[in-house]
């Protein structure tokens, strides 16, 4: 099955201690992308992968750093927590360089909360 | 870089009606229009999209419209049915370099049985 993974799900955690979220999708895509959702905010990228070894800021990175060692995988780096990263998080993957575009599928979400 | 406003953001409609929801985007190179379906505690997925060289696409009980001239686009859902509850999202991509999603503000859609 086609699929989008993420974990942990859900995470509670302090201020200060480093965390990792993990992202893998099965379906050979380029391109990866990290959101977070946040009420009246809508879905804000935080960083992106064009391909392996290839990543750049989105428009909220402050606070995190990601990697793309291998084309299936997009950890998100949290390394030193706090409060305002308190979000919804969802990770999401498409080909790349296609037209017309396809679509973006989505992560089930992570739900942080940093206290 | 692009600037995507979405109205309303809150809707409630009896079942059976229709519902609109409206987004201006900024970038004029802009030409790929997604909109999502966020139910609660699920995933965005994709319902429909448009691309610049269409002005109107349906499917079913949804249609989307596109006005480049205007800058803004509308998703429209007829026949109202309860399982349409849900927050719907517009987005729009330059189609060229990045594959880039800029996300509207998202507008929770409710049907009153």
């Known amino acids: 099955e086609a699929q989008v993974t993420q974990n942990p799900r859900y995470l509670i955690t302090v201020t200060g201690k480093k965390l990792t979220v993990t992202c893998s999708q099965n379906?050979?895509?380029?391109?990866m992308s990290w959101y977070r959702q946040d009420p009246g905010l809508g879905l804000r990228q935080i960083y992106y992968s064009m391909n392996v070894e290839v990543t750049d800021k989105g428009d909220v990175p402050e606070g995190y750093k990601v990697s793309r060692k291998e084309k299936r995988n997009f950890p998100l780096i949290l390394e030193s927590p706090s409060p305002n990263q308190t979000s919804l998080y969802f990770c999401?993957?498409?080909?790349?360089?296609?037209?017309?575009?396809?679509?973006?599928?989505f992560g089930p979400g992570t739900r942080l909360t940093v206290l | 870089g692009e600037n995507v406003e979405q109205h309303p953001s809150t809707l409630s409609v009896q079942e059976g009606d229709s519902a609109v929801i409206k987004c201006t985007y900024s970038d004029s190179a802009s030409n790929y229009f997604p909109w999502y379906k966020q139910e609660l505690g699920k995933r965005p997925q994709l319902i429909i999209d448009?691309?610049?060289?269409?002005g109107e696409k349906k499917d079913q009980r949804i249609a989307v419209t596109l006005n480049k001239t205007a800058k803004h686009f509308s998703l429209h859902i007829t026949e109202t049915q309860p399982e349409d509850s849900a927050v719907y999202f517009c987005?729009?991509?330059?189609?060229?370099?990045?594959?880039?999603?800029?996300f509207g503000t998202g507008t929770r859609l409710t049907i009153i049985p």
């Open positions: 999401a993957s498409t080909r790349a360089g296609v037209f017309p575009r396809g679509e973006q599928f």
């Open positions: 448009i691309r610049s060289n269409v």
């Open positions: 379906m050979n895509h380029e391109y």
């Open positions: 987005a729009a991509n330059p189609n060229f370099g990045n594959e880039k999603l800029t």
